[in-house]
């Protein structure tokens, strides 16, 4: 099955800055990267996603960008503030009829420092 | 708009006891529904997925169990909970066709002792 590996489990940055986390997968044939953001005993929330038919994908200061011959992914957090602190999960899946089998990675905890 | 709901919020079980953990979706109709679980400092591991009335499909082999009786209701059971089921259960939806977004409903932090 899809294995998803996450990078670094724990970032540090000064408020302004920016924030690159990354994920490989194993399945060539995932074609779905969501990315969640979770704060402490909160449910995840989705905050971006990409399909593999398109390389990079941007929302205001969030950004991903997808290296399918590299089978990559990662999450892009530009002027990075105080309320970005939380754990970020990256996930992936096959896209077919019958449902959507996340696979998630295990996560990022990211700290923005003031 | 789609509303997600989960109960209980909070659960403290005995091992050996039995589990009954409910989910229901407002605002839609015939959506995927998922069971989640997220152990302490841990990623998410799908358990259970359903993309129909009576449709489950079993991602990972344990004690546990999961039905869907209605279409927008989705349940989570044990007979015997062990120590190790304890966790944050995470019931998600999503409308599938051309839209594959998943979102999670507010969670039930689980303890079995």
């Known amino acids: 099955g899809e294995n998803v590996e996450q990078h670094p489990s724990t970032l540090s940055v000064q408020e302004g800055d920016s924030a690159v986390i990354k994920c490989t997968y194993s399945?060539?044939?995932?074609?779905?990267f969501p990315w969640y953001k979770q704060e402490l005993g909160k449910r995840p929330q989705l905050i971006i996603d990409i399909r593999s038919n398109v390389g990079e994908k941007k929302d205001q200061r969030i950004a991903v960008t997808l290296n399918k011959t590299a089978k990559h992914f990662s999450l892009h957090i530009t002027e990075t503030q105080p309320e970005d602190s939380a754990v970020y999960f990256c996930?992936?899946?096959?896209?077919?009829?019958?449902?959507?089998?996340?696979?998630f990675g295990t996560g990022t905890q990211l700290k923005v420092e003031l | 708009s789609q509303t997600i709901h989960q109960w209980p919020a909070t659960l403290v079980q005995p091992v050996g006891s039995p589990l009954s953990l409910e989910c229901t979706v407002e605002g839609t109709s015939n959506p995927n529904l998922y069971w989640y679980r997220q152990a302490a400092g841990r990623g998410l591991q799908l358990l259970f997925y359903?993309?129909?009335?009576?449709?489950i499909s079993s991602e990972v082999p344990q004690n546990l169990s999961a039905s869907r009786p209605q279409d927008r209701q989705f349940i989570l059971s044990s007979k015997k909970l062990l120590l190790s089921d304890s966790g944050f259960y995470l019931c998600a939806w999503g409308t599938g066709g051309a839209s594959y977004e998943q979102y999670f409903g507010p969670g039930t932090r689980l303890t079995v002792t």
């Open positions: 359903s993309v129909g009335i009576g449709q």
């Open positions: 399945d060539s044939a995932s074609n779905y």
């Open positions: 996930a992936a899946s096959i896209l077919r009829g019958g449902g959507n089998k996340l696979t």
